[in-house]
C-alpha cells in the first residue's frame, strides 16, 4: 500500500462541518497519518475553501481530492462498512468500540480492499441518530463525561493516529540523534582514571579506606551514562579545566586559535575541544 493511493485507507467524512477551518485541520491531521480520502457532506460555507486550505498547512494533495455530497446517505453509499463517531449513547444495537479496536478493525477491512468510512458529526451536536443508524459499528473514546466533547479535527487526529499504529506499525520515524559512535571501555577507564587523579589532588576520597568502594561507585555511574567516545573527550576536559583552574583573557585566546588552527587542518587525530578543554593523560 502507497502512502498515495486510497486503496485500503478508510475515508474521513465530515457531516455539515460549519468552519472551513475545522475542514482543513481535518485534512492536516489526516495527512500526518497518511489519509487521503476526505468526503465533506454540505458543508456550510460552501466549497472549495481557501480558509480550509490555509488551515490544511500544506496538506493540499487531501485538500484537492475532497469529494463533497449533499446528504450522509449519498457519502456512504459506495462503502460496504462505516463507523459512526459519538460521544453519547443513542440506544441502538450497534457494536461500541473505543478508538483503538476500530481502528486495528479498519486496518483488517483494508488489507481485505473492503470499503470504509468513519462519520464524524457537526461542531455543534454531532451526527443525528439518523446518521448513526447509517453505520456498522459506533466508535467513541473515553473522554471525561463531563466535558466529552471534541473539536472535529482532534477527533480525526486521534483516530488517523490509531489507523497508522494498527495499519503501518508504529515504528518511529527515528531512534536517536547520537551519531557519535560509542565510547569503548578503554575510553571510559580513561576518563575515570583522569577523574580519579584529580580528585585525588584536592583529597576527596575520605575516609582513604572507602576509596575503592567510592571509585567502584562513580566507574558505575559512568557506566550507566553510555558515554560516546566525543563524550569521554568532553568530559576529560572538563575535569582538566578543573584541575588548572580559572584561564586568564590571554590563555583562552590562545587555545581559541590553537583549536581553530586544528580545525582548519583536519587533523585525523584532533577533536573538538570546547573552551577550557585539555587533551591529558594521567
Known amino acids: 500500500m502507497t502512502e498515495r493511493s486510497n486503496v485500503g485507507k478508510p475515508a474521513i ?52 481530492a475532497v469529494k463533497v455530497y449533499e446528504t450522509a446517505q449519498e457519502a456512504v453509499a459506495d462503502l460496504s462498512f462505516v463507523y459512526a463517531t459519538t460521544a453519547r449513547p443513542r440506544g441502538m444495537s450497534k457494536p461500541v468500540l473505543g478508538p483503538a479496536e476500530a481502528a486495528a478493525h479498519a486496518a483488517l477491512l483494508g488489507r481485505q480492499a473492503t470499503p470504509t468510512g468513519i462519520l464524524f458529526g457537526r461542531e455543534r451536536w454531532g451526527l443525528t441518530n439518523d446518521e448513526v443508524a447509517l453505520a456498522d459499528e459506533i466508535v467513541t473514546l473515553p473522554v471525561d463525561p463531563t ?26 520515524p527515528f531512534s536517536t540523534t547520537e551519531n557519535a559512535p560509542p565510547a569503548s571501555k578503554d575510553d571510559v577507564l580513561r576518563l575515570m582514571a583522569h577523574l580519579e587523579g584529580a580528585l585525588d589532588d584536592v583529597h576527596y576520597f575520605r575516609p582513604p579506606e572507602k576509596k575503592p568502594v567510592m571509585t567502584r561507585n562513580l566507574l558505575n555511574i559512568l557506566q550507566k551514562a553510555r558515554l560516546s567516545e566525543q563524550e569521554t573527550r568532553t568530559l576529560r576536559g572538563v575535569v582538566a579545566a578543573l584541575e588548572h583552574g580559572p584561564l586568564t583573557d590571554r590563555e583562552v585566546a590562545e587555545r581559541r586559535r590553537a583549536r581553530k588552527a586544528a580545525q582548519e587542518a583536519e587533523s585525523d587525530e584532533g577533536s573538538l575541544i570546547d573552551d577550557g578543554e585539555v587533551e591529558t593523560e594521567r
Open 13 to 64: 467524512i465530515l457531516v455539515e462541518p460549519q468552519l472551513g477551518e475545522n475542514i482543513g485541520t481535518a485534512a492536516r491531521a489526516m495527512a500526518n497519518f497518511g489519509l487521503d480520502a476526505l468526503r465533506i457532506v454540505n458543508p456550510r460555507d460552501g466549497w472549495p475553501s481557501e480558509k480550509a486550505r490555509a488551515a490544511a498547512s500544506r496538506a493540499d494533495h487531501v485538500i484537492d
Open 147 to 172: 466535558f466529552a466533547s471534541l473539536n472535529i479535527a482532534q477527533a480525526v487526529l486521534i483516530l488517523s493516529y490509531e489507523w497508522r499504529k494498527a495499519s503501518i506499525g508504529d515504528e518511529l
